[in-house]
């Protein structure tokens, strides 16, 4: 789960809220595999974001998988067995071409056995004190902090919540770079800037690490 935290200003104003990992991937239809993921922070509050690697449509794995063990184990009659895996196809082509149809995605392509590459990207900033979201689906939860801070978090974990069932590697890797004059007050960065205008750094493997963080001011406009 990526998390952000956000102190107010003196004028109370929310900072960021970090929409990195894009909903459409993070269904639960979807599961990221291998992925790199990198965020643009201005001094105004807007923002960019893009990632791009691989990911499992689980609907379309537990399907195959199922139909290969029932034709090892001759519990379904061979046409059966092409049946379920043309249907699992059908439903990963289905969701495929209304996912190329959304506007940030670049481009996605199906590499067999119910896997998929993709590039994506999306943008979107702070006005007025509230978050506004360019994305059809706000894939942030948020709540108002004590002191008017806005503590934020992506609704479903980096790494996906079927990735142990399906067995699959998660691995990602995550790059928050941040405009002069914005203060990062913490973080837990695996790497950090070594000059100015460098990037937080964070590499992710297990469901059970640390959830990266950063917890910053923006600049007075």
Request: glycine share 10%.
């Amino acid at each position: 789960m990526f998390r952000l935290k956000a102190r107010a200003l003196p004028r109370r104003l929310p900072l960021l809220a970090l929409v990195l990992l894009l909903p459409l991937f993070l269904q639960g239809c979807w599961t990221l595999e291998h992925y790199s993921a990198r965020v643009r922070i201005e001094a105004d509050g807007s923002y960019k974001y893009s990632i791009e690697g691989s990911a499992v449509h689980t609907a379309t794995v537990f399907a195959l998988r199922r139909a290969e063990y029932d034709a090892r184990t001759g519990k379904s009659k061979p046409e059966d067995v092409k049946k379920m895996k043309g249907d699992a196809e059908a439903k990963l082509s289905k969701d495929l071409e209304m996912l190329s149809k959304d506007p940030r995605v670049a481009s996605i392509t199906s590499t067999g056995g119910g896997r998929v590459r993709f590039m994506a990207s999306g943008k979107g900033s702070i006005a007025g004190g509230e978050i506004i979201f360019q994305e059809r689906d706000a894939p942030l939860s948020y709540a108002q902090a004590p002191g008017g801070s806005l503590s934020v978090r992506v609704k479903d974990a980096v790494v996906g919540r079927n990735a142990e069932t399906l067995g699959i590697k998660v691995e990602g890797d995550v790059t928050v770079t941040l405009a002069e004059g914005i203060q990062v007050l913490e973080h837990n960065a695996m790497k950090t800037p070594t000059v100015p205008g460098g990037a937080y750094r964070w590499h992710i493997e297990s469901p059970a690490g640390p959830a990266p963080h950063l917890v910053i001011r923006l600049p007075k406009q």
